[in-house]
């Protein structure tokens, strides 16, 4: 007796696979996104948070802010905070690869205040939260729901 067997998969098999397959990546992703989003903004949150660390130490030594330094005579014009080495410890975030936030300073006061900013780029450019601030005073601010920004 002569038997032949076949070896492999019917088509209505493999269909099943790929429809299972298509309902886990369809439960998986928006979950993985969210996740992304969130590390992206606590990245953000913690550049913000280290130049903020750098301005007071600067603080502590000229007694203000702003590097008196600075060949620009304004105290208060917004940009970039210029130091011994011309910038931010963190300009953008994350340090290395694309640009997820951009980071900037506001002085306010002929120095003695401040206002640092992290504006989404790239793939965060659509991000709920907008724009991410934190003042001299440890005021925390963003474009949506300040709390669930900064958690």
């Known amino acids: 007796m002569n038997t032949k067997h076949t070896h ?3 088509l209505v098999e493999l269909m099943i696979t790929v429809a299972i397959l298509g309902i886990l990546a369809s439960i998986a ?3 993985y996104r969210d996740y992304v989003i969130r590390a992206n903004r606590a990245d953000a949150r913690a550049a913000l948070v280290e130049n903020a660390q750098f301005l007071e130490r600067n603080f502590t030594v000229a007694n203000s ?4 330094t600075t060949p ?3 105290p208060d014009k917004p940009g970039a905070f ?3 080495s011309g910038q931010l410890p963190r300009k ?3 340090e290395s690869g694309a640009a997820k936030y951009d980071i900037t300073v ?3 006061n002929n120095g003695r205040g401040f206002t640092l900013s992290a504006a989404p780029t790239g793939s965060m450019a659509g991000d709920a939260c907008g724009t991410l601030t934190l003042t001299h005073t440890g005021l925390r601010g963003a474009g ?3 709390a669930k920004c900064w958690n």
């Open 8 to 10: 492999g998969f019917t």
């Open 29 to 31: 992703y928006p979950g």
């Open 65 to 68: 802010y702003r590097d008196t």
């Open 72 to 74: 620009d005579t304004d």
């Open 82 to 84: 210029v130091s011994t």
């Open 92 to 94: 953008k975030s994350p």
């Open 106 to 108: 506001a002085f306010s």
């Open 144 to 146: 949506g729901d300040v």
